[in-house]
């Protein structure tokens, strides 16, 4: 099988009554794919943890969350898109 490493910005809004916005940021995911194509595995790697995404999101007014990660347009122009390091992935693919 062969991988695939996508480089991606997440922003967004929740479609809940209050319509909470997703503070933006960044992350690199890895596709494992078996012999046929399909993918086999599936590894992120976030620019801030699960606590902090999720706490942002429900808690946007606190001013303690930093930056959000730059637009699209000047994400381009940033060695590695802007995004975290992709290395500890492929090491945990070498060890699948």
């Keep these: 099988g062969g991988m695939i490493l996508a480089r991606w910005r997440l922003s967004g ?9 997703i ?8 596709y494992q794919l078996d012999r046929s194509g399909l993918i086999r595995r599936h590894t992120e790697h976030w620019s ?3 606590p902090h995404a999720f706490l ?4 946007p007014q606190l001013p ?4 959000a ?4 347009e000047a994400l381009r122009r940033m060695e590695g898109l802007g995004c975290p ?9 070498i060890r699948v």
């Design 85 to 93: 390091d992709p290395a500890r992935l492929l090491r945990e693919r």
């Design 56 to 59: 942002s999101t429900l808690l």
């Design 69 to 72: 990660a730059p637009e699209v």
């Design 23 to 30: 503070q933006p940021y960044t992350g690199v995911t890895l």
């Design 48 to 50: 801030v943890s699960a």
């Design 13 to 21: 809004t929740l479609h809940l009554p209050w319509k909470p916005k």
């Design 64 to 67: 303690i969350w930093g930056e």
